[in-house]
C-alpha cells in the first residue's frame, strides 16, 4: 500500500518502496548483463552491457531518495491522532521532508489555519534558523499567511486552544496545501 507524501507513516513507507525498487533495479540490471555475456559467446563488449549500464540510473535515484530520507523519523499514531483531534479542522500535512536547492529540512507537522501556517520542529539535527527563514519565505511568496514554529507538539496544541477562530478562505488553505507539497520529498 502506498502511502501519500505529508500523510502519516510516508516516511517508512518511502524508504520500503525505494529500497524494494532499488534491489529491483540491481537485479535487472545483472540479469541483463548476465543474458547478453552467455548470448554472446562471453564477452562483455555487446549492446546489453550498456542496457545494464543504463540500468544504473534508476537505481541512482532511489539510492538518492533513501539518502534524502535517512536520519528522519515518521510520527507514531498516537501523536498523530493527538494533533488531529486538537487542530479542529486545520489542514494537516504530517513527516513534511522538503528541500531547497541547500539543503533537505524535515518536520513533523504542518497545519494550515486562520490564515496561519503552525509547524513543529522534529528532532532531528538540522539548520532550524535556515529552515525557518526558507518556509517563511516560501509560505509569504504564495500566500500572505504567517509562519509559527513550535518544539513540540504540547506548545502547538497548547497555541491552538488559545487561537481565536475565525472564517478563513478553503481556496487559498488548499492553494498553499498545494504548494506545500509539490516542495515536499
Known sequence: MVIEKCNQGYLKNRRMISCIWLLVWIVVGLAIFFIGYYISHKTKANIFTVMAILMVLPAAKRVVNLVALAGKKGVSKERYEAVAQGAAGAEILCEYVFSSTDKIMHLDFV???????????????????????????????????????????????????????????????????????????
Open 111 to 185: 497545519l494550515i489555519r486562520n490564515e496561519m501556517v503552525l509547524a513543529v520542529l522534529s528532532k532531528s539535527r538540522q539548520d532550524v534558523a535556515y529552515m525557518k527563514k526558507y518556509l517563511t519565505d516560501t509560505v509569504t511568496e504564495a500566500v500572505d499567511y504567517k509562519v509559527k514554529f513550535f518544539d513540540d507538539d504540547k506548545e502547538l496544541l497548547d497555541f491552538m486552544k488559545k487561537a481565536e477562530t475565525r472564517e478563513t478562505n478553503p481556496k487559498k488553505d488548499q492553494h498553499l496545501k498545494q504548494v506545500l507539497r509539490v516542495l515536499a520529498v
